[in-house]
């Protein structure tokens, strides 16, 4: 009886480290994604409001859908992420605030805004 308890749970441990080393993640995306500037309110006990900003080398546009899906949201709150090429945003310093990029004469590839049910409201 021993034997088969600890077959069955070296064959679960097996499979759960299987599992975690296949899921797709945010750096297992194509692209090379590079965070540049990240910004959160702090408000905890309410809406939290997340805003990034991402350098990528290519127009991936599936990827840049994966990547906005694997980032974080929370209930009531907003994901707000700006993706820029990085040869186009190599030497400038982008800022952020809470109402998004301080520097509005930059022109950001995509814009996409996850609401707190992990849903795309805006691009």
Known sequence: MKKIILFVFLITALLIVYSLSTVENVNSLEGDFEEMAFVRNENNTGPVHRIYVFSLNDTLWTQMRK?????????????????????????????????????????????????????????
Not at 87 to 102: R, T
Not at 109 to 122: D, F, M, S, W
């Open 67 to 123: 990547h906005i899906d694997l980032l974080p949201h929370t209930k009531y709150g907003t994901t707000e992420v700006y993706y820029f090429l990085k040869k186009d945003v190599k030497s400038i310093e982008i800022s952020l605030d809470m109402s998004g990029l301080e520097n509005k004469t930059l022109k950001p590839l995509a814009h996409y805004v996850k609401n707190g049910q992990g849903k795309i409201i805006r691009k």
